[in-house]
């Protein structure tokens, strides 16, 4: 049986090291994911032209991915792929995740962020919360691999402070949000308040990454 590991980082550097450490451990891209919001243009580099794109998949033909401050890294993060997700705005995405998104195959939308989540595994209930996790600027990296493995990418992932999802939307929830809407407007980040503590403090052992049984068909 496989399983996918999910955990949510604040900043990209930290999914960054976290990924750079799954390869590490012998993980393949095959077998990792990454969803990152882009909102900060940190890749894309014909902002103009994407801006006025009619399609998500017109979005991601007209987007070079710069590197941003992943430039020159090889493996997973030198095939991030940009585009644009109904309610989060632009994303780049990698792996099985971002091929169930569209983008890593053909450019084209396919679904929804909620749909490429559930179809990992996760349930609804939580892909909600990684929904708006990415929409407020976070990255997901996720892992999907037989269940003998899931120790090591648990352990791998949780060296890099991912937040705490329960935590995190305990905090939105006080604020008003409920759930993740893909027909609202993107977030504005102009707005948004310093996200609350989610992350691990060094040397703890706390797990915040989370395991799922992967449905049968593929990713």
């Known amino acids: ?8 980082y604040d900043t990209h550097q930290e999914a960054k090291n976290a990924t750079e450490a799954l390869n590490r451990e012998g993980f393949s891209d095959s077998e990792v994911s990454l969803v990152a919001s882009d ?3 940190e890749y894309a580099t014909t902002d103009v032209v994407a801006d006025h794109a009619e399609t998500a998949g ?12 992943w430039g020159g890294v090889a493996g997973l993060v030198a095939g991030l792929v940009g585009m644009s997700l109904p309610g989060v705005g632009p994303v780049v995405v990698a792996g099985p995740l971002g091929a169930a998104l569209g983008g890593a195959i053909t450019g084209a939308l396919v679904g929804g962020i909620l749909g490429g989540l559930t179809g990992l595994g996760i349930p609804e ?21 037989p269940e003998e493995r ?52 060094a040397g703890t052992s706390t797990r915040r990454s989370r395991s799922y049984g992967h449905p049968d068909a593929s990713v």
Request: charged letters at 25%; glycine letters at 8%; zero cysteines.
């Open 150 to 201: 899931v120790d090591l990418a648990t352990r791998t992932l949780d060296q890099f402070h991912p937040v705490d999802i329960d935590e995190r939307s305990a905090s939105w929830k006080k604020d008003g949000w409920s759930r993740f809407d893909e027909s609202a407007n993107p977030y504005d980040h102009s707005k948004a308040l310093a996200v609350p503590a989610g992350g691990v403090s």
């Open 125 to 145: 209930e939580e892909a909600h919360v990684y929904a708006e996790s990415i929409r407020r600027g976070g990255t997901i990296v996720s892992v999907t691999i």
């Open 1 to 8: 049986m496989r399983k996918t590991i999910v955990a949510v």
């Open 58 to 69: 017109e979005k991601a033909g007209h987007w070079a991915i710069n590197g941003g401050l």
């Open 39 to 41: 909102h900060k243009r």
